[in-house]
């Protein structure tokens, strides 16, 4: 009897062990999430005015999520945010000394230019979701494929002022929200909402801009 009773409180105790270690990690990564999250926002909303400001927080708030997406096993999503890491340097300096060396104006590329576009990319998505489904241990490879695809052509538009740009983010976005939500990452889900109507509001501000601006070249 006394051995039996022993066993319980032995196995009680590593549970309750183990779920306020689990806790305890879960509340830090919600911590992380929470200030990646207010750190995106601050991104998209300093770049729906092309703020200079809004490189930093990106940098900022990727670094964060990059050690996020490792940890659920979201790897490409961890990859591309390494890859927002350079974007953001790249973009800074584009916006502050590209063009003529006083910065980028906005700017539209043509229809003929998407299409080709987005199937060469779809086409490196299929390509990398096979890839990541069989020799990795990744979940919803081609789904998290395709967001990585996508948002690397549209991290690049971005830092070049593309107009378009936002509607393939709120693409992006959207599918993303799926991504995020079936790995319980319940803030950041929250975050991608917001950030489809943010990225609307954004093209409609940019497009402005570009048809006010006097020496903007249509590629």
């Not at 006083?102 to 080709?116: C, M």
């Not at 990319?121 to 390509?127: C, E, F, H, K, V």
């Not at 799926?178 to 093209?203: D, H, R």
Request: aromatic share 16%.
């Amino acid at each position: 009897m006394c051995a039996n009773s022993f066993l319980v409180v032995l196995t009680l105790t590593t549970v309750s062990d183990a779920l306020t270690e689990a806790l305890a990690q879960a509340s830090a990564m919600n911590l992380w999430e929470g200030l990646a999250v207010v750190l995106a926002l601050a991104y998209l909303l300093f770049a729906m005015r092309g703020s200079l400001w809004c490189w930093p927080a990106a940098f900022f708030s990727t670094l964060i999520y990059t050690v996020l997406f490792w940890e659920v096993s979201l790897l490409m999503e961890s990859v591309l945010n390494g890859y927002y890491l350079l974007m953001a340097l790249y973009g800074f300096w584009q916006w502050r000394y590209g063009g003529r060396g006083d910065g980028l104006s906005y700017q539209t590329w043509s229809a003929s230019t998407h299409v080709r576009l987005i199937g060469l990319t779809a086409l490196t998505a299929l390509g990398l979701g096979y890839v990541m489904d069989n020799y990795t241990h990744a979940d919803l490879a081609y789904l998290d494929s395709a967001t990585t695809c996508f948002a690397v052509v549209g991290t690049v538009m971005t830092a070049r002022k593309v107009v378009e740009n936002w509607l393939y983010w709120v693409v992006i976005d959207l599918v993303s929200i799926y991504l995020y939500m079936s790995k319980g990452l319940v803030l950041t889900s929250g975050l991608f909402v917001i950030y489809v109507g943010l990225a609307l509001a954004s093209y409609f501000s940019w497009r402005s801009a570009y048809r006010t601006q006097g020496n903007a070249v249509a590629a």
